[in-house]
Antibody, heavy 122, light 107 residues
Framework: QVQLQQWGAGLLKPSETLSLTCAVH????????WSWIRQPPGKGLEWIGE???????NYNPSLKSRVTISVDTSKNQVSLNLYSVTAADTAVYFC????????????????WGQGTLVTVSS | DIQMTQSPSSLSASVGDRVTITCRASQSISNYLNWYQQTPGKAPKLLIYVASSLQSGVPSRFSGSGSGTDFTLTISSLQPEDFATYYC?????????FGQGTKVEIK
């Protein structure tokens, strides 16, 4: 049974760096992509980006200039850094495992972390 | 980016009702469409993948259909635990994008 446990600072000031980590327990760490997704209070879901076990990344162009996603395969952990945050970055941040359907190029988010509320306020 | 548009944004229904939610993509995405259910304070839960495949453990009253640009999620007989917000998501290309959500409320 795959479980994703995430943690990080919940209160930031404008211009600071958001840092979150997601630990993967159970299942195979390789063969999947690991995504970060955020949800502003009362709003919908926004995909931030993804990484696989070898460090290959894809980012949302809307955030690409401020985001770094990294992986530590020795610890089965994935990390998110979002730089120069503003109040618009206030959201619940989720890590998620993106599973590929064998024999296709189709993916889906099968497992999710519990979510971390990050508030940006002066 | 592929834009995903859901309708309606919200609906009111009673237990036992048949509910249909639609999702339209801004370009053809074949069947690379997933549906999720989210309840307040929780992470989204996968219901349907590749447009019509039911995720293991999801009740059979949930079904999905469609291909190309137009998709539907149907709940055949709404149950109390189904009152939630539903999101579609395309996996045809990056950036992955979600619909804005459909909130299903109790009438």
């Amino acid at each position: 049974q795959v479980q994703l446990q995430q943690w990080g600072a919940g209160l930031l000031k404008p211009s600071e760096t958001l840092s979150l980590t997601c630990a993967v327990h159970g299942g195979s760490f390789s063969g999947s992509y690991w995504s970060w997704i955020r949800q502003p209070p009362g709003k919908g879901l926004e995909w931030i980006g993804e990484i696989n076990h070898s460090g290959s990344t894809n980012y949302n162009p809307s955030l690409k200039s401020r985001v770094t996603i990294s992986v530590d395969t020795s610890k089965n952990q994935v990390s998110l850094n979002l730089y120069s945050v503003t109040a618009a970055d206030t959201a619940v941040y989720f890590c998620a495992r993106e599973q590929k359907i064998v024999g296709t190029t189709s993916w889906y988010f099968q497992h999710w972390g519990q979510g971390t509320l990050v508030t940006v306020s002066s | 980016d592929i834009q995903m548009t859901q309708s309606p944004s919200s609906l009111s229904a009673s237990v036992g009702d048949r509910v249909t939610i639609t999702c339209r993509a801004s370009q053809s995405i074949s069947n690379y469409l997933n549906w999720y259910q989210q309840t307040p304070g929780k992470a989204p839960k996968l219901l349907i993948y590749v447009a019509s495949s039911l995720q293991s453990g999801v009740p059979s009253r949930f079904s999905g259909s469609g291909s190309g640009t137009d998709f539907t999620l149907t709940i055949s007989s709404l149950q109390p635990e189904d009152f939630a917000t539903y999101y579609c998501q395309q996996s045809y290309s990056t950036p992955r994008t979600f619909g804005q959500g459909t909130k299903v409320e109790i009438k």
